[in-house]
T-cell receptor, first 115, second 113 residues
């Protein structure tokens, strides 16, 4: 069964450094998402992306965050200058349609630790 | 705005018993989907089951079933014949005609042998 792939599985970064989290969505999917889960808390929506542009973003997704689809397969989340509070599990998800009856398929996540 | 409420932060169940995980939701959109995801200790999010707002019958998927009561805005997950491997965090989630999914705070299910 096709799956969403995320790399790396664990990233350790010094505060203030830039970090790029990578995702390869399911190949025929058109809608892409990033979510964040701080340890012990619920999963929070960050951003959705369709047709090479952001379609929706949450208040968490401030100017320090950006997303990009640099080629036909990768979808990246960049955090420009990391803060301690950016430590979390980051999930990439994709779906083939943006309708309510379609589940989003999640990757296994990247655990980001900011020191 | 959407809101998902899971009132059981943790549950303990004996192996082979059935368990019900509670979920209530609030959305103003008439068309929406309700989902349950399982998150084992390894961290990945596993899609379990889906219920559409216009579906007449409750969704079932193997040992999982969704008790959908639209008037009460509840979408409880029922796991029959629980197994040790069912021990995990379970999240109820809602997606309306906009694209994002909103998650509840989760229920940690522990299965006792």
């Amino acid at each position: 069964e096709p799956e969403v792939t995320q790399t790396p599985s664990h990233q350790v970064t010094q505060m203030g450094q830039e970090v790029i989290l990578r995702c390869v969505p399911i190949s025929n999917h058109l809608y892409f998402y990033w979510y964040r889960q701080i340890l012990g808390q619920k999963v929070e929506f960050l951003v959705s992306f369709y047709n090479n542009e952001i379609s929706e973003k949450s208040e968490i997704f401030d100017d320090q965050f950006s997303v990009e689809r640099p080629d036909g397969s990768n979808f990246t989340l960049k955090i420009r200058s990391t803060k301690l509070e950016d430590s979390a599990m980051y999930f990439c998800a994709s779906s083939d349609r943006a309708v309510s009856n379609q589940p989003q398929h999640f990757g296994d996540g990247t655990r980001l630790s900011i020191l | 705005a959407q809101k998902i409420t899971q009132t059981q932060p943790g549950m303990f169940v004996q192996e082979k018993e059935a368990v019900t995980l509670d979920c209530t939701y609030d959305t103003s959109d008439p068309s929406y989907g309700l989902f349950w995801y399982k998150q084992p200790s390894s961290g990945e999010m596993i899609f379990l089951i889906y219920q559409g707002s216009y579906d007449q019958q409750n969704a079932t998927e193997g040992r999982y079933s969704l008790n959908f009561q639209k008037a009460r805005k509840s979408a409880n997950l029922v796991i029959s014949a629980s197994q040790l491997g069912d021990s995990a965090m379970y999240f109820c989630a809602c997606r309306d005609s906009a694209s994002k999914i909103i998650f509840g705070s989760g229920t940690r299910l522990s299965i006792r042998p």
